[in-house]
């Protein structure tokens, strides 16, 4: 029978990768598929699991049959060197030592901005419901922790109501949501890898009172400019990016 998920390792020297592939398989509940050390990965796509995670080399990568997905801290990097105009950053005024909650984790580059920022005193926790995104994501930043200077990030795997209800009231500076976009726009193969991954829910009313109660200063979400979410939700647009699919909106704590 074919799973969705399984882990194996790349199919040359697989016997290093072995052992750590495994243990990361029963940690995640995932099955652990032993790689011959001949054919294509593609052999097994469709027939023992439609997505595997794969370890080799120094990183994991998220393959299926439409490509493959693996963490980077590339487009991060460039935001890192313009840090101080940041949206991001500009929108959450943050500084070292404070704490972040990135109820959106996705492939990370929000949060080691923010994790950049805030500076080894202060603190990220970014969740991210998942399980192959947060997979790929937590042992990329794990393997290779991409800027000096940075705060921890405390990588959870879960939904960002459930870990915001296990936090105390004004525990955080600010709250970061950057949910799927209802109607997204064309983008990139790995973008479109992403996406088919991704957990669309739309951010809802109760998760942003959550974090509305958790956040001392700021929760700022990231919207589509063609969607509906910040309507339904009561946001209003500051629309001070010039990237112009990107809306955004600021509201302070409840
Ligand atoms: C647009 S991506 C975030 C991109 C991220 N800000 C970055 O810089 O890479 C949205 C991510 O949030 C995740 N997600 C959506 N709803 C969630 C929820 N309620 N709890 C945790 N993660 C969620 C999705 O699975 C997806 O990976």
């Not at 998220?62 to 990097?77: Q, V």
Request: proline share 7%; charged share 25%; hydrophobic share 45%.
């Amino acid at each position: 029978m074919t799973v969705p998920l399984a882990v194996t390792v790349t199919a040359k020297q697989p016997g290093r990768y072995n052992s750590t592939a495994k243990a990361k398989a029963e940690e995640w509940g995932v099955p652990f598929f032993p790689r011959p050390e001949k054919g294509p990965l593609s052999d097994f796509i469709g027939v023992v699991a439609e997505a595997f995670l794969v370890l080799g080399g120094e990183r994991w990568t998220l393959h299926d049959a439409k490509g493959e997905l693996y963490f980077s801290p590339g487009s991060a990097a460039l935001r890192v060197r313009r840090l101080f105009d940041d949206v991001l950053v500009r929108l959450c005024e943050l500084k070292a030592g404070d704490s972040v909650f990135d109820g959106t984790l996705g492939l990370g580059a929000d949060a080691l901005i923010c994790a950049r920022q805030v500076g080894p005193a202060g603190k990220v926790v970014a969740v991210e419901s998942s399980l192959p995104l947060y997979a790929l994501v937590s042992e990329g930043l794990r393997r290779a922790p991409p800027f000096p200077d940075s705060a921890i990030i405390d990588v959870r795997h879960g939904h960002s109501l459930a870990v915001l209800k296990t936090l105390e009231s004004r525990s955080v500076d600010c709250v970061v949501f950057d949910p799927m976009f209802d109607l997204p726009k064309s983008s990139s193969p790995s973008f479109d890898l992403l996406r088919t991954y991704a957990s669309h829910e739309p951010l809802d009313e109760a998760t942003l009172a959550e974090a509305r109660r958790v956040a001392k200063r700021w929760v700022v979400v990231k919207g589509g400019r063609y969607g509906r979410e910040f309507e339904r939700l009561g946001l209003t647009a500051l629309k001070l990016t010039r990237f112009k699919p990107l809306v955004w909106a600021r509201v302070g704590p409840s």
